[in-house]
T-cell receptor, first 111, second 112 residues
Framework: EDKVVQSPLSLVVHEGDTVTLNCSYE??????LLWYKQEKKAPTFLFML????IEKKSGRLSSILDKKELSSILNITATQTGDSAIYLCAPILGRNNDMRFGAGTRLTVKP | KAGVTQTPRYLIKTRGQQVTLSCSPISGHRSVSWYQQTPGQGLQFLFEYFSETQRNKGNFPGRFSGRQFSNSRSEMNVSTLELGDSALYLC???????????FGPGTRLTVT
């Protein structure tokens, strides 16, 4: 059975802190991995990672995939209150757009 | 480009009724996936449609069904509603082979 585990489940930090969110997966026919940010409504796309060891960066957010360890991390530096959200990772399986979401990490950034 | 749209945004139904939710993908996207999100279970995959054909299906009972039209718009139907079907239903669209999916705002269904 496919398994996606995110840790920690919940995290409370103060503005300016750096956080690292983890995603590990055990799935069949892994193709790539997506990260999403979900605030009040729909998840918004952050990154897609296909190759191991290549960091993707967008402003204060960065992410990297480790196919050997079957895991990915999402880093957020100099956190702001606007980063408060649930962060979801989702491996894509097979040739179709078959995604399996983790339970998410709820990040709260306090002023 | 307009984003993914879903209608209705909110819905209240009673047990035993049926409901139909609609999703219009981003123009040019031919793949539409449906998800159920609840506080206890997180985001769970329902099914995916591509070119009017169901390509993938998650572990949901047969009361959950869907279809896709030739213009890529998709509908999801839940029959014989149960209290546990109360959830946010999200649809997402993507381009063939691209992978990343773009979500609509969701339909919040409450079953009383």
């Amino acid at each position: 059975e496919d398994k996606v585990v995110q840790s920690p489940l919940s995290l409370v930090v103060h503005e300016g802190d750096t956080v690292t969110l983890n995603c590990s997966y055990e799935v069949t026919n892994f193709r790539s991995l997506l990260w999403y940010k979900q605030e009040k409504k729909a998840p918004t796309f952050l990154f897609m990672l296909t190759s191991s060891g290549i960091e993707k960066k967008s402003g204060r957010l960065s992410s990297i995939l480790d196919k050997k360890e079957l895991s990915s991390i999402l880093n957020i530096t100099a956190t702001q209150t606007g980063d408060s959200a649930i962060y979801l990772c989702a491996p894509i399986l097979g040739r179709n757009n078959d995604m399996r979401f983790g339970a998410g990490t709820r990040l709260t950034v306090k002023p | 480009k307009a984003g993914v749209t879903q209608t209705p945004r909110y819905l209240i139904k009673t047990r035993g009724q049926q409901v139909t939710l609609s999703c219009s993908p981003i123009s040019g996207h031919r793949s539409v996936s449906w998800y159920q999100q609840t506080p206890g279970q997180g985001l769970q995959f329902l099914f995916e449609y591509f070119s009017e054909t169901q390509r993938n299906k998650g572990n949901f009972p047969g009361r959950f069904s869907g279809r896709q039209f030739s213009n890529s718009r998709s509908e999801m139907n839940v029959s014989t509603l149960e209290l546990g079907d109360s959830a946010l239903y999200l649809c997402a669209s993507s381009s063939p082979g691209v992978g990343e999916q773009y979500f609509g705002p969701g339909t919040r269904l409450t079953v009383t």
